[in-house]
């Protein structure tokens, strides 16, 4: 073969010396739709929106779970230095107070049945954590 150019619209391999339009995976006449890049832009924000909500989603619920875990080690660490003078039986109800000197002790007086400084009522679980009883009075 020559080594002349063929013309744009012919579609010659050099390296096979051969016409291969019908090989290509794209259309190669003239009149064949133009290849456009789609833009993709939108999808990418879209999703990226997405994402960052879901993402915000699982931080806020680990957060409150957190935040739930340091109160129960609040609740814990105020119940167990405080002053008490017997031996908590697992799941009875325990009632907290501050003494005159704004000290911590443990009853099993009700706040109904008394006049302390009345800080909440616990309870001890089997894991002997102390789990705050809310009260509806």
């Not at 993709?40 to 997405?50: A, Y």
């Not at 099993?108 to 302390?116: H, K, L, Q, T």
Request: net charge neutral; with cysteine; hydrophobic share 35%.
């Amino acid at each position: 073969m020559s080594t002349e150019k063929k013309p744009d619209n012919v579609v010659f391999n050099n390296n096979t010396n051969s016409y291969d339009a019908a090989l290509k995976p794209y259309a190669t006449n003239v009149g064949a739709p133009a290849i456009v890049v789609k833009e993709n832009i939108t999808w990418k924000n879209k999703n990226i929106h997405k994402a960052n909500k879901q993402i915000k989603a699982k931080y806020l619920e680990l957060k409150a779970e957190y935040d739930r875990m340091m109160e129960e080690l609040e609740y814990n660490n105020l119940v167990y230095n405080a002053k008490f003078n017997f031996e908590p039986i697992l799941g009875e109800v325990y009632h907290l107070y501050r003494d005159k000197n704004n000290l911590p002790f443990l009853s099993i007086i009700a706040p109904s049945e008394c006049n302390f400084d009345f800080v909440g009522s616990f309870y001890l679980n089997s894991e002997h954590m102390w789990k705050k009883v809310e009260n509806d009075q």
